[in-house]
C-alpha cells in the first residue's frame, strides 16, 4: 500500500511538471509562449529597475512568412518556425535573458542588463544565423533564403515608465527594417514621456 501510494505521488509529480512545461511552452517551438513572456519580462522590468540596469528588447518576424505557407504550405511553415527557434534559443542566453514566441511568424528576445551595442550584436548574430539556415524563399522579396527583419529598443526603466510604450518603440524599429527593404536590424531609441 505504500509503495502504491508513493507511486501515485511521483506519477503526479510528473504529470504537475508536464502540465507547468505545457503552460509556459509554445507547443509549435518548443520555446516560451506569449504568457511566460508577458510574466518574464514584467519581472526583468522590475529587476532593472531596482538595479538601475539596461533591458533591451529584439523583435523579428520573419519575412514575406505569409507567401512562404502560401507557397510551400503550412507544414513546411511549421518545420521553418521550429528552425528558427532553434537558432534563437541556441545562443546560450543567461538567466536574466528569455525567448518566446511572439505570435505567428513573430518571436521576442528579453535581455537584461544588456546595453543597446550588445543587442545590437546579438540581433545581427540571429539574422545572420536565420538567413545561414538557406530555408528556400521563391516568393520573397528580400532573399531567395527565409530572412528575418529584427527590431531592437533599450532602455534604464525607472517607475515612471510604461513597458506598454517600450514595447511599441521595439514594434516600431521592427517595422523600420521592414520599411528599407527586411532583412535588417533597426533600433530605435525609447522616448520617455514627459509628465
Partial sequence: MVIESKKNQQELEIANKQLTELST???LTNIANRRTYDHFLKMAWDQSIVSKAPISV???DIDYFKLFNDEYGHQCGDECLKKVAEVLKNRGYRATDLVARYGGEEFIIVLGNTNNSDALKIAE???LKIEALRIPHQLSLANKWITAS???STIFPTIN???KSFIQ??????YLSKEHGRNQVSFLEHQ???T
Fill in 25 to 27: 511552452l509554445d507547443s
Fill in 58 to 60: 529584439i523583435m523579428l
Fill in 125 to 127: 548574430n540571429v539574422r
Fill in 150 to 152: 529584427i527590431g531592437v
Fill in 161 to 163: 515608465d510604461s513597458i
Fill in 169 to 174: 518603440t521595439v514594434d516600431k524599429s521592427l
Fill in 192 to 194: 520617455v514621456s514627459q
